[in-house]
């Protein structure tokens, strides 16, 4: 039996060193399901222009999502853009899995919902294309800088995960005005089309709430808050933060080995800081 009816991932972004595959990995273990619904900006084309980064449990990511697609789990991918190379693709099926550029999901409680990644709803992104790449640079800067902070605030022994770029959308104003500007667009969207609400993406800010008696959820993302939403077996809709459900990492072991194999993912930087340790 699945844990839950259907899972909603979003801003998975797949392909950057932020993106935090091992929870997600840990996730989908966790939560099997009729419908798996991948909200856009699962492979992030954008940042890989850049440079690529993949690692093993990146790969992991993608299997396990084919694997389940051929176990007969539904699972539905609706490209952001971030994957907008995708959606030329839309309307087709590769193997398993079918691409859509929106689609509508009845909960198990009848409700209908548009499921679309958001960025139509997005001013930014629609009319000032550069302005979008920059801030993407930006907010990748930001959640590498987090990274540090998250390792410095371990080694002060201080608990839990605070997010550095969380804190920072909390703290700018005009990102609020952003948001909010963001759901009354979607919000007005789902009201025309006679909906009961939207499973959205795109803006890394997970959500449920009301609004005027319709639904308003926003997956999250995986490169820094690590949400996504599920549907229960009744219907009802949940927001999962998988930052604080898994265990804490388990204590460093003691006497490292010298010639400790690296995992494929590791880089020159990596080694040094390794190399740092036991010379
Ligand atoms: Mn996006």
Avoid at 61 to 89: C, M, S, T
Avoid at 120 to 141: N, S
Avoid at 144 to 168: D, K, Q, T
Wanted: glycine content about 8%; proline content about 5%.
């Amino acid at each position: 039996m699945p844990a839950v009816r259907s899972v909603f991932l979003s801003d998975i972004h797949l392909g950057t060193r932020a993106c935090k595959a091992e929870r997600l990995v840990d996730f989908l273990r966790e939560y099997p399901a009729q419908y798996l619904y991948l909200v856009g900006d699962v492979v992030d084309f954008w940042a890989m222009r850049r440079g690529i980064y993949w690692s093993a449990a990146q790969n992991t990511v993608v299997q396990k999502i084919l694997r389940r697609a051929r176990h007969g789990e539904r699972v539905i991918f609706i490209p952001g853009n971030h994957d907008e190379a995708l959606r030329e693709y839309v309307g087709a099926a590769f193997g398993d899995i079918t691409l859509h550029a929106e689609y509508v999901h009845q909960t198990a409680d009848g409700r209908r919902f548009l499921l679309i990644h958001g960025d139509e709803f997005d001013e930014v992104t629609r009319h000032h294309r550069w302005v979008a790449l920059l801030g993407d640079a930006a907010y990748g800067a930001l959640v590498r800088a987090n990274v540090v902070w998250a390792w410095v605030r371990r080694r002060m022994g201080r608990p839990g995960y605070w997010s550095l770029a969380g804190h920072v959308k909390r703290k700018v104003k005009k990102a609020l005005e952003f948001m909010y500007g963001f759901e009354d667009a979607v919000m007005r969207s789902v009201r025309e089309r006679g909906l009961d609400g939207i499973i959205c993406g795109h803006i890394h800010w997970a959500a449920i709430k009301e609004v005027d008696g319709l639904t308003y959820a926003n997956c999250g993302d995986w490169v820094d808050s690590c949400t996504a939403i599920v549907e229960h077996l009744d219907g009802r809709l949940e927001l999962v933060d998988w930052n604080r459900e898994i265990a804490p990492p388990p204590p460093p072991q003691a006497p490292r080995r010298l010639l400790e194999p690296l995992p494929p993912e590791v880089e020159l930087a990596d080694v040094l800081h390794r190399a740092d340790g036991i010379l």
